[in-house]
Structures are given as C-alpha cells and as structure tokens.
C-alpha cells in the first residue's frame, strides 16, 4: 500500500503502457504541412480528413509545426489513425466548440508534441482585466477545445492541450474511450491576473452520457475543475492523474436540469494527487475530491441558475489520494441552486435540503497528505435522499496549521462515516 506522496509520484511519473506506434496498421497516408503565415490549415485538414477516411493515416504535420484554425471543425471518421506531430492552434472566440471528433475505431498519437492550442490567453487578459468590465458567464458561446462526441472505440496518446477557452476536453455520447498521457496547461501569464483566478471553467475533462472511458497519465494545470464527471457517466476509469491549482477533481454538478436523472455509476480512481500551486500563478485548490448537485427544486434557467434534477451517484471507489494543501481533502454537498450559493458553490436557502440525487456505496482507500485549515472531510448530503455507504479506510489528512483535523457529516442514513467513525448529526 503506498503511503507517502513520493511512491505516488514515482507511478505518475511512470510511462503509458499503450503498444505504440499506435496507428501503424492503416495504409494509406495523408499528409498535411501548414501553409504559413495569414492562411487557414482547416480547409486542407478537412480535405485530409475525408481522403484517409475509412481505413488510412493522416499525419498532421511534424513536431514544431503550428496549423492556424480559424474555423470550427467536426471530423466524421471510420478506422482512421491519426499522428499527430504538430499542433492546432484556434483562433475562434464565438464558436460553442472548435473541434469536434466523432465515429468509430479512431486512433490518435500526438507523440507529446501535438495537440491543441486554444489561444485562451488573449481571452484571459481581454475578459478579466478590470479596465474592460466585462464578465463572462458559462454557456456564454466559449469553445471547448476538444470534443469527442458520439464516438466509440477512440484512443488518444501523448496529446496536450494548451491555453483552453472553456474546458479542455469533453467526452460526450461515447462508448470506450482512452485518453492516455494527457497534459492539460491553462496557465495565465499576464502579470495584471497574478494572484487571481484568471483562468475560470479551464476543466481538464468532462464526461457526459458516456461509457467505459479511461483517463490515464494525466496532468492538469487549471483553474476548474481538474476532471468532471457529470451525468449518465458510468464505467468510468482514472489512473494515474495529477490536478495543479483549481477546484479539485469533481462529481458533477449533478441535478441541474429539471426532472432529468443523472446516473453516476461504477467509478474507479486510482493514483489521483492535488497540489497547490505558487498562488501567484493559480491562488484556487479547493478539494482532493468533492462531489455536488443542485438543490432538488428549480431556481431559474440552467446553464447560469437550475436544479430539480432526480439520479444517483454509486459504487466509487477511490485508491491512493494525495492532498497538497488543498481546503478540503474530500467534500460532498446538495445544496448548489440554494440561495446564497453562487456559480455552482454551496448556498443555504430554505430549499437546500431537497435534493433527492442518493449518494452510496463510495469508498475512499489511504488518503493522505495536507489541508489548508482543520476540517479535512466534509459530508453534508441531501435529507430528502440520504446517503449511505461511505468510507474511508486509512486516512492521514492533517492541517498545515498544525491543528487537529476534524471531519463533519449530515444526511446519512448509517448515521456515521465508516472508518473514520464520524457520527452524521
Ligand atoms: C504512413 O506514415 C507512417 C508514419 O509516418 C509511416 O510509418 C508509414 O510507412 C507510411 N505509410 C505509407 C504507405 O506511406
Ligand atoms: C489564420 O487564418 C485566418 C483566416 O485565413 C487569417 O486571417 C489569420 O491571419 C491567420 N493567422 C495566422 C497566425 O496565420
Ligand atoms: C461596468 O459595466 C456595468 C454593466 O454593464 C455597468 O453598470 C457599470 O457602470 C460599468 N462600470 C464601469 C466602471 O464602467
Ligand atoms: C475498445 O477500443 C479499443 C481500441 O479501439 C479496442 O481495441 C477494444 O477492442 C474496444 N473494446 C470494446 C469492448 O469494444
Ligand atoms: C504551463 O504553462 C506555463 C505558461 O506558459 C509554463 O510556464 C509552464 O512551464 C507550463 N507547464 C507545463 C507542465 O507545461
Ligand atoms: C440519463 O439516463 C437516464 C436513464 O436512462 C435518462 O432518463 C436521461 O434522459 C439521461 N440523460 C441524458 C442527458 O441523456
Ligand atoms: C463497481 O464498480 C467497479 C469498478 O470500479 C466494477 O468493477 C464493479 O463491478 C462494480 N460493482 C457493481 C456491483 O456493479
Ligand atoms: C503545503 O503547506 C506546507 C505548510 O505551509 C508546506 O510546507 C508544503 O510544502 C506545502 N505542500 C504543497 C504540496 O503545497
Ligand atoms: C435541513 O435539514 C436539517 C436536518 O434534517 C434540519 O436541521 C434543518 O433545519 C433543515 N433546514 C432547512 C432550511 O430546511
């Protein structure tokens, strides 16, 4: 059993395990090389795209080349590989998203020197320099870098995603996928954002109506969320991840739209760590874990404001979570949509018990490191649906103030967090 933060750093440090090359057992080659300066690579690499469909490689040109995009893009393939060296690099501010990939039998290798650029930096420092006043809301039309929609059997190895708008990267209406040596780097550079969250909805992933989805390898550097696991997730598979600044990794929000079930199921998280960071690059670390949903009555229009969603989260299983510094090491609440909540935190309104999406059957397995203040596990589930099934077996959290750490936990049916033994009141 690991029990310290270097064995856990050894594993994330470790390789992918994918047979490579990945793509070698497809023909035919499409190649394509940036044209240069003021010129948009779209057009070609959708040329590109239909030429090698049904059975070839594209190679999108070599490490160190940068394709301009300037158009939003969906690729329709079927048996495709991709090798992708160079890097795409988006100059779209008013698309929902910029690349989209759907099909079947899809296989992608950008051997660490390829994948996307958002260009987020522009966006950063235009939006949040005070001088402009200008907020910006979610569902306000930013892309998602990258998408990959109804889409089955895809394998993506060694890509990077630089600079995201929105998320990073969606995985929705999909059935077995692997994404496997992922860097995720939503870092902001303009001094005036210095100490201060510049970098909002940056996600490393979201998973949406989706199955059997593996993340391996992963690194995210964010202000969001690090991963996401929204509704109709299920068999979903986290190995080996590493989350930099942000909320922490998340379940959720859930219940947000009304009358909608959300199912969460059969999740396995193995090797997560969470570290803050130098606070003047990203000031947020808020969870090692924390999952949400909104509260079980509706609160105007989603994606600003909702709730009243119905589902369930069931059977997690979490093995190996360090905490570098983060406020909380685990926390679970109803209550997003509540009065006094704003975007997505928790609020206390006289409607904040009434959720009834049922946590059960989560189980936490060593987790160990350090939080910023005393309480270390923070369990508050919905009365209107009380959970139940949750433990943690081994933990060693403590405060980095050198207080004793306490855990608190409400709406729950077993009347206690098993393993630590804190009593549900
Ligand atoms: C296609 O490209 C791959 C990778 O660059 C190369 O290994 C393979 O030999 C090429 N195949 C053909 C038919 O040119
Ligand atoms: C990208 O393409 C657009 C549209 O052709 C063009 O206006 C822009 O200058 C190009 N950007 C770069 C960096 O080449
Ligand atoms: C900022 O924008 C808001 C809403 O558009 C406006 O009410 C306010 O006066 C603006 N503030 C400044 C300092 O321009
Ligand atoms: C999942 O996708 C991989 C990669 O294409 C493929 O090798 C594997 O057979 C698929 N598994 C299932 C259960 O479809
Ligand atoms: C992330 O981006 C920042 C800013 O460009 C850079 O300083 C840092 O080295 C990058 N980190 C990684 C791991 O790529
Ligand atoms: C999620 O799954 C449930 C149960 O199958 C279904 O009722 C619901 O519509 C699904 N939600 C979405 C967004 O597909
Ligand atoms: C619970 O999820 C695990 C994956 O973490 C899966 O192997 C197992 O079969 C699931 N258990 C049930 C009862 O569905
Ligand atoms: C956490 O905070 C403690 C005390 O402030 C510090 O010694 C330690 O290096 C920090 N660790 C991380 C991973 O940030
Ligand atoms: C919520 O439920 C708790 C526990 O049953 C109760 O103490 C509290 O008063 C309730 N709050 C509201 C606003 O209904």
Redesign the pocket.
């Known amino acids: 059993m690991p029990s310290s933060a270097t064995i856990l750093f050894a594993a994330l440090a470790a390789s992918g395990t994918l047979a490579s090359p990945l793509v070698s057992r497809w023909g035919q080659n499409c190649t394509v090389k940036p044209l240069?300066?003021?010129?948009?690579d779209a057009p070609q690499i959708l040329k590109a795209m239909g030429d090698c469909n049904n059975g070839g490689t594209v190679v999108l040109g070599a490490a160190g080349d940068v394709f301009?995009?300037?158009q939003r893009m969906t690729w329709n393939l079927q048996d495709v590989g991709i090798e992708w060296n160079g890097v795409l690099?988006t100059?779209i501010q008013s698309q929902a998203t910029s690349l989209i990939i759907s099909g079947h039998n899809i296989h992608i290798d950008a051997h660490q020197t390829g994948g996307v650029d958002g260009s987020g930096q522009v966006f950063w420092s235009y939006y949040f320099n005070p001088a402009n006043n200008i907020t910006k809301n979610d569902g306000d039309g930013r892309p998602i870098a990258f998408t990959i929609q109804h889409a089955s059997n895809v394998v993506v190895k060694d890509f990077h995603i630089w600079e995201p708008i929105l998320w990073s990267s969606l995985i929705d209406a999909s059935y077995n996928v692997t994404l496997d040596g992922m860097v995720v780097n939503a870092t902001n550079t303009d001094p005036m954002g210095a100490g201060k969250n510049w970098t909002p909805n940056t996600d490393g992933f979201n998973t949406f109506r989706s199955d059997t989805i593996s993340f391996k390898n992963w690194k995210v550097i964010c202000g969001d969320d690090c991963g996401a696991i929204k509704g109709n997730s299920t068999n979903i598979y986290v190995k080996d991840f590493a989350c930099f600044g942000g909320n922490g990794f998340a379940f959720g929000s859930l219940g947000q739209y009304q009358d909608q079930e959300d199912i969460v199921e059969n999740v396995y998280i193995e090797n997560l760590a969470v570290s803050r960071i130098d606070s003047r690059v990203q000031p947020n670390m808020g969870n090692g874990i924390y999952m949400k949903t909104w509260v079980g009555v509706k609160n105007g229009e989603p994606p600003i404001s909702g709730g009243g969603g119905t589902g369930r989260v069931h059977n997690v299983t979490v093995n190996n979570l360090f905490v570098g510094n983060a406020t909380y090491a685990f926390q679970l609440y109803q209550t997003s949509g509540s009065a006094g909540a704003t975007s997505g935190l928790p609020g206390a309104g006289v409607d904040k018990n009434t959720s009834t999406l049922q946590f059960s059957d989560i189980t936490f397995n060593n987790v160990f490191g350090l939080t910023t203040q005393p309480k270390a596990i923070s369990v508050a589930c919905s009365p209107a649906a009380p959970c139940h099934g949750i433990t943690f077996n081994n933990v060693a959290v403590a405060s980095n103030d050198g207080t004793v750490p306490s855990y608190s936990c409400s709406g729950n049916s077993d009347g206690r967090l098993f393993g630590i033994d804190t009593k549900c009141t």
């Open positions: 240069g300066p003021g010129q948009d301009n995009i300037s690099k100059e």
